[in-house]
């Protein structure tokens, strides 16, 4: 017999991977957004501007490869990114059909700023959630890219 407060029943389908991780991602997407809002970013956008940061001048593949996104999601982010100034797409001067993506000085100012937010944000998922348990959904997550290889 189930325990009046389960949130199974005994009928209940097999609990989805897919649905869970989803779901969990909603919520910690809403913590970060939050944050980040302050300085006016979105949680996609600092994250494209993070993978920059830390990998220098480099190609849209480059940071499709880091944050395992597909370049239609990637250009979608990069267009506001450009468009707002944050970042300089310029053409490679070794391939000139490639494109250079780095930070603009607004966007390293930005990025300084968001690193700010998200830095509290990181805060309080894992003052909320533990160490232990923010610790295992970074090496869940890092076991899932590694195992099943990237969909792009």
Same mark, same amino acid.
Request: glycine share 6%.
């Given at each position: 017999?189930? &325990?009046?407060?389960?949130?199974?029943?005994?009928?209940?389908?097999?609990?989805?991977?897919? $649905?869970?991780?989803? %779901?969990?991602?909603?919520? @910690?997407?809403?913590?970060?957004?939050?944050?980040?809002?302050?300085?006016?970013?979105?949680? +996609?956008?600092? +994250?494209?501007? #993070?993978? =920059?940061?830390?990998?220098?001048?480099?190609?849209? /593949?480059?940071? /499709?490869? @880091?944050?395992?996104?597909?370049?239609?999601?990637?250009?979608?982010?990069?267009? %506001?990114?450009?468009?707002?100034? =944050?970042?300089?797409?310029?053409?490679?001067?070794?391939?000139?059909? #490639? &494109? $250079?993506?780095?930070?603009?000085? %607004? *966007?390293?100012? =930005?990025?300084?700023? *968001?690193?700010? /937010?998200?830095?509290?944000?990181?805060?309080? =998922?894992?003052?909320?959630?533990?160490?232990? @348990?923010?610790?295992? @959904?970074?090496?869940?997550?890092?076991?899932?890219?590694?195992?099943?290889?990237?969909?792009?």
């Amino acid at each position: 017999m189930l &325990k009046e407060n389960s949130p199974v029943s005994p009928m209940a389908p097999e609990p989805c991977l897919n $649905l869970s991780l989803r %779901k969990a991602d909603r919520v @910690i997407n809403h913590v970060y957004n939050r944050h980040l809002a302050e300085c006016g970013l979105s949680v +996609s956008q600092f +994250s494209v501007m #993070r993978a =920059m940061h830390y990998a220098g001048t480099c190609t849209s /593949q480059v940071i /499709q490869d @880091i944050l395992v996104l597909d370049q239609t999601t990637l250009s979608r982010n990069l267009k %506001k990114l450009v468009s707002d100034g =944050m970042v300089v797409m310029k053409e490679d001067k070794g391939d000139r059909r #490639r &494109k $250079l993506l780095s930070l603009s000085a %607004k *966007g390293k100012i =930005m990025f300084s700023a *968001g690193e700010k /937010q998200w830095k509290l944000a990181q805060n309080e =998922m894992r003052e909320t959630l533990g160490n232990s @348990i923010a610790d295992q @959904i970074i090496e869940l997550s890092d076991a899932i890219v590694g195992k099943c290889g990237t969909p792009i």
